[in-house]
């Protein structure tokens, strides 16, 4: 690879729900913690932003894109560290159903060990919000 290119992987999760309801309720922060594991555990409003405690990050400020009719759920995540990770998703509608896919970039100096680590908790986060949407 490259110094130019950055390595993606494309996650995604069938939910046999309406997109417009998927969307409704992963576009609300207030419902990540129930869901995003990865992203954190407990999350607040500050100004216009939020701020997530992360077990394996700390503390991250997290910027939502605004609400939309594309289903876009990109997000970006300013780490302890200062670097600011560029998170794009989106719900795609599939009939009745939909997808939503989360695309994981590979920071630069990530280990393969540490990007596995990342799409291993990405898909947990995704099976999470499949099963709660699925039951609710």
Do not use: C
Not at 20 to 46: C, F, M, Q
């Amino acid at each position: 690879m490259n110094s130019t290119s950055q390595e993606s992987r494309h996650l995604g999760v069938h939910i046999d729900r309406a997109a417009a309801d998927v969307y409704a309720y992963a576009s609300n922060p207030a419902n990540l913690p129930a869901w995003a594991h990865g992203l954190g555990t407990s999350i607040e409003k500050r100004a216009d932003h939020w701020v997530a405690e992360s077990a394996p990050l700390g503390r991250v400020t997290v910027t939502f894109t605004p609400p939309n009719d594309l289903g876009v759920l990109d997000h970006h995540v300013t780490l302890p560290s200062g670097e600011t990770v560029h998170n794009p998703v989106r719900v795609i509608a599939d009939g009745t159903a939909s997808e939503v896919v989360f695309t994981l970039r590979r920071r630069p100096g990530t280990t393969d060990a540490d990007f596995e680590r990342d799409a291993a908790m990405v898909t947990a986060d995704l099976a999470r919000l499949k099963e709660l949407l699925e039951s609710a």
